[in-house]
């Protein structure tokens, strides 16, 4: 059974950056499509951005395009997102997420999910 581990969350301030991590383990991340999952106070959760299984296709959402950059170390069995030019609108916890080879729109279709991590941007 895939176990995700999200880190690198913290208190950053405005126009700063930050990579998150999330290390897979008891399976190997190969033909899983990864996803990033965030959720602030009050909204739902919604997907920032994902990888397939064969690093062909890697949506973002609108609010994040140019500032955020995801990307995967198979050898090393874990995701990443760089973030730069943080905005308050960014602060919430954030999931990493896995199903089987093909990225989806929908976070119920994701099977596997971290605890998450928490992002905080402010002055």
């Known amino acids: 059974q895939l176990q995700l581990v999200e880190s690198g969350g913290g208190l950053v301030q405005p126009g700063g950056s930050l990579r998150l991590s999330c290390a897979a383990s008891?399976?190997?991340?190969?033909?899983?499509?990864i996803a990033w999952f965030r959720q602030a106070p009050g909204r739902e959760r919604e997907r920032v951005s994902c990888?397939?299984?064969?690093?062909?296709?890697?949506p973002y959402a609108d609010f994040v395009k140019g500032r955020f950059t995801i990307s995967r170390d198979n050898a090393k069995n874990t995701l990443y997102l760089q973030m730069n030019s943080l905005k308050p609108e960014d602060t919430g916890v954030y999931y990493c997420?896995?199903?089987?080879?093909?990225?989806?729109?929908?976070?119920?279709?994701?099977?596997?999910w971290g605890q998450g991590t928490q992002v905080t941007v402010s002055s």
């Open positions: 997420a896995a199903r089987s080879r093909y990225c989806s729109a929908y976070r119920n279709e994701y099977g596997y």
């Open positions: 008891r399976a190997t991340l190969d033909y899983y499509a």
């Open positions: 990888i397939s299984a064969s690093n062909t296709y890697t």
